[in-house]
């Protein structure tokens, strides 16, 4: 397969107002100021260890690191987290608690604003909120800016929620692309996802938890994708995927038609 590199830090643009920072989970929207993440499944590696733990993992310390970085180098001023913030479903680790004060502190502090929308693994999240500094925190279904939706992903969107619409930005399907070459070998990479459902571009952001699982794409279906938004979506155009590593950079594959 023929594909370009892009050399990681360059911002490589997907739309007139939202740009890969290459090498990186984050997508960039300059006119807003905004650096925009998903899935930070904070507490993943107590679930891992199958123990909970009070430590912050490496894998915390070097994303929130990342994030202070990229904010410094381009005028940032309010981060986005789509979803999924916490990883346990069904109760609250102590890992969690811990994580989420040191990134939210950690942010704050430089007078940074935080967004966290709500995924399926956040239902508990509120009753970590007494334990936060939550005077530059803000929780919200979904964030509208303009003509942007973002949403996690794991709900359907309205007629309401789309009427003016023309880019919607998802997380929560966990995108990743696998390399194939000789005796076997396989490389599997995060990766940003680009495809075109009811007239809208869609983008699909890959987790920023380097120990998440990855989901391989494209899907060989379209009752495979984990968002509801996108299986109903009626007929899918081509989609393009992008994916991203700390060294190399952003590989651009060629966009692919969809079955």
Same mark, same amino acid.
């Not at 990186?24 to 733990?53: K, Y």
């Not at 995924?119 to 942007?148: C, M, Q, W």
């Not at 692309?177 to 995060?190: H, I, S, V």
């Not at 509801?228 to 651009?252: A, T, V």
């Given at each position: 397969?023929?594909?370009?590199?892009?050399?990681?830090?360059? +911002?490589?643009? $997907?739309?007139? %107002?939202?740009?890969?920072?290459?090498?990186?989970? !984050?997508?960039?929207?300059?006119?807003?100021?905004?650096?925009?993440?998903?899935?930070?499944?904070?507490?993943?590696?107590?679930?891992?260890?199958?123990?909970?733990?009070?430590?912050?993992?490496?894998?915390?310390?070097?994303?929130?690191? +990342? =994030?202070?970085?990229?904010?410094?180098? *381009?005028?940032? /001023?309010?981060?986005?987290?789509?979803?999924?913030? /916490?990883?346990?479903?069904?109760?609250?680790?102590? %890992?969690?608690?811990?994580? $989420?004060?040191? !990134?939210?502190?950690?942010?704050?502090?430089?007078?940074? %604003?935080?967004?966290?929308?709500?995924?399926?693994?956040?239902? +508990?999240?509120? &009753?970590?909120?007494?334990?936060?500094?939550?005077?530059?925190? /803000? &929780?919200?279904?979904?964030?509208?800016?303009?003509?942007?939706?973002?949403?996690?992903?794991?709900?359907?969107?309205?007629?309401?929620?789309?009427?003016?619409?023309?880019?919607? =930005?998802?997380?929560?399907? *966990?995108?990743?692309?696998? !390399?194939?070459?000789?005796?076997?070998?396989? @490389?599997?990479?995060?990766? &940003?996802?680009?495809?075109?459902?009811?007239?809208?571009?869609?983008?699909? +952001?890959?987790?920023?938890?380097?120990?998440?699982?990855?989901?391989?794409?494209?899907?060989? /279906?379209?009752?495979? &994708?984990?968002?509801?938004?996108?299986?109903?979506?009626?007929?899918?155009?081509? =989609?393009?995927?992008?994916?991203?590593?700390?060294?190399?950079?952003?590989?651009?594959?060629? @966009?692919?038609?969809?079955?």
């Amino acid at each position: 397969m023929n594909y370009s590199i892009i050399p990681a830090n360059t +911002l490589y643009p $997907l739309t007139d %107002q939202c740009s890969i920072l290459s090498g990186t989970p !984050f997508l960039i929207l300059p006119s807003h100021r905004i650096l925009l993440l998903g899935d930070l499944h904070l507490g993943h590696e107590s679930a891992l260890m199958n123990s909970d733990v009070s430590h912050i993992s490496r894998t915390t310390k070097e994303l929130t690191q +990342l =994030i202070i970085d990229t904010t410094n180098l *381009h005028n940032i /001023k309010t981060i986005i987290c789509n979803g999924d913030i /916490k990883h346990h479903t069904k109760d609250i680790k102590v %890992q969690e608690l811990q994580e $989420l004060r040191y !990134f939210t502190e950690e942010l704050t502090s430089l007078d940074l %604003q935080i967004i966290f929308i709500k995924g399926n693994h956040d239902h +508990l999240l509120e &009753f970590l909120l007494p334990y936060v500094n939550t005077a530059n925190v /803000k &929780f919200d279904a979904n964030v509208r800016l303009g003509s942007i939706l973002i949403s996690h992903g794991h709900q359907d969107l309205n007629s309401d929620e789309l009427l003016g619409v023309d880019t919607i =930005i998802l997380s929560h399907e *966990h995108p990743a692309y696998t !390399f194939t070459g000789p005796n076997r070998a396989r @490389a599997k990479l995060p990766a &940003f996802v680009s495809l075109k459902a009811s007239n809208r571009i869609v983008i699909i +952001l890959p987790a920023s938890n380097e120990i998440s699982s990855g989901v391989d794409y494209p899907p060989r /279906k379209q009752s495979d &994708f984990l968002s509801p938004f996108l299986r109903n979506s009626g007929e899918l155009e081509s =989609i393009e995927i992008f994916p991203i590593d700390p060294e190399f950079g952003l590989f651009e594959l060629p @966009a692919t038609n969809l079955w």
